[in-house]
């Protein structure tokens, strides 16, 4: 029997800007991620992983194709049956961390549990921050907590909801080596506890290698890469 995937693309394309400036970011991808996996998506500057990453978060439209993510095809979803949709499945973790300055560590793991109307979003919220070894920082606010901390927050506000899929575009491309190696151990950790499915876009050779899937992005288009070092080296690098 075969399984649904996870993350089904089907011949997407995407083009960006107007006139002249219009670019053809994503060319003809097809790709099935399986549940439960975890997937990192490498390749040069400008290759288009990091849109292809958007694209299967709800948050840029392909022109063509189809995209479909935890059995929804996402193309005929309204604004707001899409923003729905990614509150309740799809959990985001972005290199800047995205964190509401004028909340508390709490308030901002809380907030799409309570966009969501859910009764229970600061109990809940509380349970991650302790989950990702904050919770004697939950009512601190962002500025006064470390690049490392802002992150475990973002990660805890993107776990909240209990996602299917994950989404984490270069994840520790702001931390240094020792805060982003926790930051990494805390996200495979979480995915493989939760049976999350895990897709993320880095230039980190090493965290590109725990992932149990490469693939490799060049041009708008994908490749197969095979998770081996001298591979992944050269993707990456390219």
């Excluded at 399986?34 to 694209?55: D, I, N, Q, W, Y």
């Amino acid at each position: 029997m075969t399984k649904t995937p996870a993350i089904a693309l089907k011949d997407v394309h995407l083009t960006l800007g107007e006139g002249a400036g219009r670019v053809h970011i994503l060319k003809g991808i097809d790709l099935d991620i399986e549940k439960g996996t975890s997937v990192g998506l490498v390749g040069p500057s400008g290759s288009g992983k990091s849109t292809l990453l958007m694209v299967m978060a709800g948050l840029e439209r392909a022109d063509e194709g189809s995209v479909t993510v935890a059995g929804s095809e996402l193309g005929p979803l309204s604004e707001d049956r899409l923003a729905q949709f990614r509150g309740k499945n799809v959990g985001i973790i972005f290199q800047s961390f995205h964190l509401v300055p004028n909340m508390t560590a709490l308030e901002n793991v809380a907030v799409p549990l309570e966009l969501a109307g859910d009764p229970s979003a600061f109990d809940k919220a509380k349970a991650e921050l302790d989950a990702v070894g904050l919770g004697h920082r939950m009512h601190h606010y962002p500025a006064q907590m470390s690049g490392g901390e802002q992150q475990r927050v973002a990660v805890a506000r993107a776990l909240v909801v209990e996602p299917q899929i994950l989404i984490a575009d270069e994840p520790t491309g702001n931390l240094d080596e020792t805060t982003g190696a926790q930051i990494v151990d805390l996200m495979f950790s979480a995915q493989q506890q939760r049976n999350t499915t895990l897709v993320l876009v880095t230039h980190d050779p090493n965290l590109a290698m725990k992932c149990d899937r490469m693939i490799r992005v060049r041009s708008g288009e994908i490749e197969e890469a095979h998770a081996d070092s001298a591979e992944l080296a050269e993707g990456l690098s390219a």
